[in-house]
Nanobody
Framework: HVQLVESGGGSVQVGGSLRLSCTAS????????MGWFRQAPGKEREAVAT????????YYADSVKGRFTISQDKAKHMLYLQMDSLKPEDTAMYYC???????????????WGQGTQVTVS
């Protein structure tokens, strides 16, 4: 049973930073893809960043390149998203996701956390 639990969201000023964490259980780090997605009110869920836990290959949405960094701690079964230089348009619910293969679309992931809210103003 795969379980993903996000934490670290909150309110921050423009230009500030936040670090999101995702605790994963029920899956093997090293043979899964994990990612961060976000959904703003009235908008579709979109990929922010993904990482294949086996080889560390990363993907970033153009809108966050150079500002966000995805990382993993295999020993702790943790996924992180360091978000710097935050903008108001980064405001959204952020979700942790996992599946066997990486995809840049939400439909490519079977397992999801409940989300953590990020508000930038």
């Amino acid at each position: 049973h795969v379980q993903l639990v996000e934490s670290g969201g909150g309110s921050v000023q423009v230009g500030g930073s936040l670090r999101l964490s995702c605790t994963a259980s029920g899956l093997t780090f090293g043979s899964h893809c994990m990612g961060w997605f976000r959904q703003a009110p009235g908008k579709e869920r979109e990929a922010v960043a993904t990482i294949y836990t086996g080889n560390g290959n990363e993907y970033y949405a153009d809108s966050v390149k150079g500002r966000f960094t995805i990382s993993q701690d295999k020993a702790k079964h943790m996924l992180y998203l360091q978000m710097d230089s935050l903008k108001p348009e980064d405001t959204a619910m952020y979700y942790c996701a996992a599946d066997s293969f990486c995809s840049a679309v939400p439909a490519g992931f079977r397992y999801w956390g409940q989300g953590t809210q990020v508000t930038v103003s």
